[in-house]
């Protein structure tokens, strides 16, 4: 943490442009004197909002203004901040940065506000993380995890774990203090054991969520595979309700991936046609199944196309689809030995025809039961981020060797355990990790 006195910052707060009401904050140690300056007033009661004129220097009225003061440390930095409620003039918002300039203020960074908040013990580094992904939220499932995250649910969480890591770290560190009270250090380890278990359990159980937490700030990524000319861009086109890929009925037309965006179940996802997989000798056509091979791989849920009207001996390509991809047995209209195929239908399979619409809202509920059943928002404490997974499961090898050698050697289970709460620490933004907090705070827009 810096100790020199830090520069008064500023920012539009809102969006530029003209519009009903325009934002500015101001937040640093001389905002209460740009405020007199602007005011000619001298004294500002905090938490009030006062109707107020501003002026520049040259005693020209810049605006009437709904002016709020927030006087440290009980601010969202923490410093001295003041919220400048003016017209949302494009002249007004001009005059405005202009004398705030000319008053010695600087302009905000990305993100600075909420740096400072965090370096000021408003938040840790994950509630800043789930503010920036609530600004950044589209969706209800994306709102509803970033709430969460930024009302404080993983910190609530590893204090916790902080808490047992302690607890455990005292118990061993009474048994390498009193190593020859004969008794004592089986029943110390043992205490120190059930702290250590507890934060297992925790940790492997909120491990478990990473994937459902990232995809959810991410989008979940759906891809539709299959033979050549199955149906699968009838099918993408069918879901968005528009003409995403382009329909023939020459088989290869696909080769590039076609990708829709839609909101299923309140998470952002993404349907991507793929070209038909098949062996070809054409190198564009070659390229584009490579591609969806690959793309394939990283799917979150994959929709196999099966065409009815082939012979494609059906059971053979099913025993290769894996349990929980959706099978989609497409052009039924055309099918006539409905009877046999119905016996065969799984709950995670399904028959319709694209090119009729016949039952596409079938296969929407159907994907959406997957998502529900795979990616639900619940209220449990989520890792969302790439970050949160690797310290959790850093803390957790620690704490599982700290386990294993607890008995034999509790000085080296004691360093295991400190290198777990340094792990949470990192993860709290406790660690003084530059590079990181770069990276996070300057995905902030200016102003926040
Ligand atoms: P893709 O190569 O798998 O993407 O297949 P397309 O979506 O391009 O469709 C290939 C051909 O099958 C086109 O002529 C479509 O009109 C036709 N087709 C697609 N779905 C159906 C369906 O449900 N019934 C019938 N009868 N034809 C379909």
Same mark, same amino acid.
């Given at each position: 943490m810096k100790n020199y006195k830090k520069p008064t910052i500023f920012s539009l707060s809102s969006a530029p442009g003209k519009a009903g009401v325009s934002v500015f904050r101001i937040s640093g140690p001389s905002a209460t004197k740009a405020l007199k300056s602007l005011t000619r007033q001298k004294f500002f009661e905090p938490r009030r909002v006062t109707l107020k004129k501003i002026y520049n220097k040259n005693n020209e009225l810049i605006d009437s203004c709904l002016l709020f003061f927030m006087q440290g440390p009980n601010s969202f930095t923490g410093e001295d901040c003041v919220e400048l409620h003016v017209h949302g003039s494009v002249a007004v918002i001009e005059k405005l940065t202009s004398e705030l300039y000319s008053l010695g203020?600087?302009?905000?960074?990305?993100?600075?506000?909420?740096?400072?908040?965090?370096?000021?013990? &408003?938040?840790?580094?994950?509630?800043a993380e789930g503010l920036a992904d609530l600004i950044d939220a589209e969706t209800e499932g994306q709102h509803k995890q970033a709430i969460k995250q930024m009302d404080g649910a993983l910190r609530h969480l /590893?204090?916790?774990?902080?808490?047992?890591?302690?607890?455990?770290?005292?118990?061993?560190?009474?048994?390498?203090?009193?190593?020859?009270?004969?008794?004592?250090?089986?029943?110390?380890?043992?205490?120190a054991l059930s702290y250590l278990n507890l934060v297992l359990e925790g940790s492997e159980k909120v491990l478990k969520t990473a994937d459902t937490g990232e995809a959810i700030r991410h989008g979940l990524d759906i891809v539709i595979i299959g033979s050549p000319n199955t149906g699968k861009s009838t099918i993408l086109n069918a879901l968005s309700k528009r003409d995403a890929a382009i329909v023939t009925p020459t088989a290869g037309t696909t080769r590039d991936i076609v990708s829709i965006n839609m909101t299923l179940t309140g998470i952002p996802v993404r349907i991507s046609d793929t070209a038909g997989i098949r062996d070809t000798s054409n190198e564009i056509e070659a390229e584009g199944i490579d591609r969806a091979l690959k793309l394939s791989k990283k799917a979150d849920i994959l929709i196999h196309v099966i065409d009815l009207t082939e012979d494609n001996s059906d059971n053979n390509i099913k025993s290769q689809i894996p349990d929980g991809d959706i099978v989609v047995y497409n052009k039924v209209d055309k099918y006539q030995k409905q009877t046999t195929l119905k016996s065969s239908i799984s709950s995670n399979e399904i028959k319709i025809s694209a090119l009729k619409?016949?039952?596409?809202?079938?296969?929407?509920?159907?994907?959406? &039961?997957?998502?529900?059943? &795979? /990616?639900? #928002?619940?209220?449990?404490?989520?890792?969302?981020? #790439?970050?949160?997974?690797?310290? #959790?499961?850093?803390?957790?090898?620690?704490?599982?060797?700290?386990?294993?050698?607890?008995?034999?050697?509790?000085?080296?289970?004691?360093?295991?355990?400190?290198?777990?709460? /340094?792990?949470?620490e990192e993860l709290a933004g406790a660690s003084d990790i530059e590079s990181v907090f770069d990276r996070i705070f300057s995905r902030f827009c200016v102003g926040k």
């Amino acid at each position: 943490m810096k100790n020199y006195k830090k520069p008064t910052i500023f920012s539009l707060s809102s969006a530029p442009g003209k519009a009903g009401v325009s934002v500015f904050r101001i937040s640093g140690p001389s905002a209460t004197k740009a405020l007199k300056s602007l005011t000619r007033q001298k004294f500002f009661e905090p938490r009030r909002v006062t109707l107020k004129k501003i002026y520049n220097k040259n005693n020209e009225l810049i605006d009437s203004c709904l002016l709020f003061f927030m006087q440290g440390p009980n601010s969202f930095t923490g410093e001295d901040c003041v919220e400048l409620h003016v017209h949302g003039s494009v002249a007004v918002i001009e005059k405005l940065t202009s004398e705030l300039y000319s008053l010695g203020l600087r302009q905000a960074e990305a993100g600075e506000f909420t740096r400072r908040a965090f370096e000021n013990g &408003k938040m840790d580094l994950t509630e800043a993380e789930g503010l920036a992904d609530l600004i950044d939220a589209e969706t209800e499932g994306q709102h509803k995890q970033a709430i969460k995250q930024m009302d404080g649910a993983l910190r609530h969480l /590893y204090e916790g774990w902080r808490e047992n890591l302690l607890n455990a770290l005292a118990q061993i560190e009474g048994e390498i203090d009193f190593p020859d009270e004969g008794d004592i250090p089986d029943n110390l380890s043992h205490k120190a054991l059930s702290y250590l278990n507890l934060v297992l359990e925790g940790s492997e159980k909120v491990l478990k969520t990473a994937d459902t937490g990232e995809a959810i700030r991410h989008g979940l990524d759906i891809v539709i595979i299959g033979s050549p000319n199955t149906g699968k861009s009838t099918i993408l086109n069918a879901l968005s309700k528009r003409d995403a890929a382009i329909v023939t009925p020459t088989a290869g037309t696909t080769r590039d991936i076609v990708s829709i965006n839609m909101t299923l179940t309140g998470i952002p996802v993404r349907i991507s046609d793929t070209a038909g997989i098949r062996d070809t000798s054409n190198e564009i056509e070659a390229e584009g199944i490579d591609r969806a091979l690959k793309l394939s791989k990283k799917a979150d849920i994959l929709i196999h196309v099966i065409d009815l009207t082939e012979d494609n001996s059906d059971n053979n390509i099913k025993s290769q689809i894996p349990d929980g991809d959706i099978v989609v047995y497409n052009k039924v209209d055309k099918y006539q030995k409905q009877t046999t195929l119905k016996s065969s239908i799984s709950s995670n399979e399904i028959k319709i025809s694209a090119l009729k619409e016949k039952d596409i809202d079938d296969l929407r509920a159907l994907i959406e &039961k997957i998502i529900l059943e &795979k /990616y639900t #928002v619940g209220n449990e404490p989520t890792l969302t981020r #790439v970050r949160h997974r690797n310290c #959790v499961s850093e803390m957790f090898l620690s704490i599982t060797r700290a386990a294993s050698c607890l008995n034999k050697s509790p000085e080296l289970a004691g360093d295991d355990i400190r290198s777990a709460l /340094y792990a949470l620490e990192e993860l709290a933004g406790a660690s003084d990790i530059e590079s990181v907090f770069d990276r996070i705070f300057s995905r902030f827009c200016v102003g926040k």
